[in-house]
């Protein structure tokens, strides 16, 4: 009698197929050997996005014509983008004036570093909100309609902080890293320690890990953070967040997780300052 | 078999997928990650085990990894290893209960989810989202089942 039902079942093609969807994995994971290609997908899953809105908000558009609503409607869009826009940038302004008074040496190298045409705003074209409340990566694409050249590394500022950095630009979009991503490393510092902080992979938390023991700072909770300007990325002394939780690891060790200042999902215009700053 | 057949086999897997990316956004706030794709993939080996084999899996896992997933390769491996297990036992699944094959087929989708998250996000791996995942998943399998074989029936035996 019969012990297993008869198939057909090739392990050759099916060993071939493992081996090869094992390396493709490797290679991806510890090299992202794929990221371009990722990269190029995603920027052509948001062109047939942004088309498909445009072509509804045109139908809604022309709707609204007919109730002689258009360019109202126009008008408003474009005021409250307008107003989105000056937010962000007056942001750093108002940073570049603290720091022209608190460090006159400096006065050249931060006007050099603060022109308008260094600081480009940008309108979000999507977040993986999938992602961003589930896993590890998180990332948003911003939409680059004028194909301005934006390199690698370059902060990334909304509302009143920083929330990441350039990563790389596909078509005419920009990938940016957000400061919660786990590959993100920030230098971070408080009134009692620098550190170099990871992004703990969960919405608006970073994290970082030191030496002390729990009971030393058990009051520090809710203390400010700022950038230590280590790295030459960010600014120094911008207001990150706060600490928000400390965790035991080992008895000499604990964990400070630090809750983030702006939350991407409420921001829709990010500025970029497109030029390297150096430790300032 | 034919081309169009495959691509109408894919485009249901991608809407799978893209299922579990619009409502996984709102479920992971209640530890909940469905899996629609993988469970539809997981049909349609099932259900045509003769026409779905070791390359029509690398293919879906590929495309499902381009358009889905954070790494190439991850999608195609589940898919091969899957694909892989249901030609082997796909007659004795025949004589199985609807519940054996939903507790089958939910505990496939979720050692997906748990090597998904071992391998790519560590720090949010939780039991309690495989615990709830599994459940769910569970129940979803016979709405599926009966949804997919009715769509079947209706595309490929007319």
Redesign the interface.
């Known amino acids: 009698m019969a012990r297993s ?3 057909y ?1 090739p392990i050759r ?2 060993a ?3 081996i ?10 510890s090299n992202q ?2 990221a371009p ?2 990269g190029i ?1 995603s920027a052509s ?1 948001l062109y047939v996005q942004i088309i498909s809105r445009s072509i509804t908000e045109n139908i809604r558009f022309t709707f609204a014509s007919f109730k002689q609503n258009k360019y109202l409607l126009q008008e408003n869009k474009k005021l409250r983008d307008q107003i989105l826009q000056i937010g962000s940038k007056d942001f750093v302004e108002k940073k570049d004036n603290e720091n022209k008074v608190q460090i006159t040496d400096f006065q050249d190298t931060l006007s050099n570093i603060f022109k308008p045409n260094d600081i480009n705003v940008y309108k979000i074209a999507s977040i993986d ?9 998180h990332k948003i694409f911003l939409h680059n309609p004028n194909k301005i050249n934006i390199e690698e590394n370059f902060s990334v500022f909304a509302g009143t902080s920083y929330v990441g950095q350039t990563k790389k630009t596909y078509m005419n979009f920009i990938e940016v890293i957000l400061l919660s991503d ?1 590959e993100h490393v920030l230098p971070i510092k408080s009134d009692f320690f620098y550190c170099d902080a990871r992004g ?3 919405p608006m938390l970073i994290s970082c890990k030191l030496n002390y023991q729990n009971d030393d700072l058990k009051n520090k909770i809710g203390d400010i953070v700022f950038t230590s300007g280590f790295g030459g990325i960010f600014l120094k002394d911008i207001e990150i967040g706060t600490i928000s939780e400390i965790v035991s690891i080992t008895s000499n060790e604990i964990e400070v997780v630090i809750t983030l200042k702006t939350n991407p999902l409420e921001e829709n215009f990010y500025g970029i300052i497109s030029k390297d700053i150096n430790e300032i | 078999m034919k081309f169009k057949n495959h691509l109408i086999v894919l485009l249901t897997i991608i809407f799978g997928f893209w299922l ?2 619009y409502f ?2 709102f479920t ?2 209640y530890f909940l ?1 469905l899996n629609f794709g993988f469970l539809i993939f997981s049909y349609w080996v099932f259900a045509m ?1 003769e026409k779905i ?3 029509a ?2 293919l879906y ?1 590929l495309a499902v990894d ?2 889905f997933s ?5 999608n ?2 589940f898919f ?2 899957t ?2 297990i249901i ?6 699944f025949r004589i199985f209960s609807y519940f054996q094959l939903s507790v089958f087929f939910s505990g496939s989708s979720t050692f997906y989810i748990a090597c998904k ?1 071992l ?6 791996y939780s039991y309690l989202v495989l615990i709830l995942s599994f459940v769910v998943n569970a129940i979803l399998w016979v709405g599926l089942y009966q949804i997919m074989r009715a769509f079947r029936r209706r595309i490929f035996y007319n």
């Open positions: 039902t008869p198939t079942t093609n099916y071939i197929a493992l090869l969807s094992v390396i493709f994995l490797y290679a991806d994971i050997t794929f290609l990722r997908v899953t909100l999938r992602n961003y409340f589930c896993c590890s990566s786990r703990k992979g969960k | 579990d990316h996984n956004q992971i706030r990650e085990p084999h070791s390359l899996a690398v896992g381009l358009f954070n790494a190439i390769g991850f195609m491996l091969v290893a694909s892989y030609h082997l036992y796909v007659f004795r998250y391998l790519l996000s560590p720090n949010n």
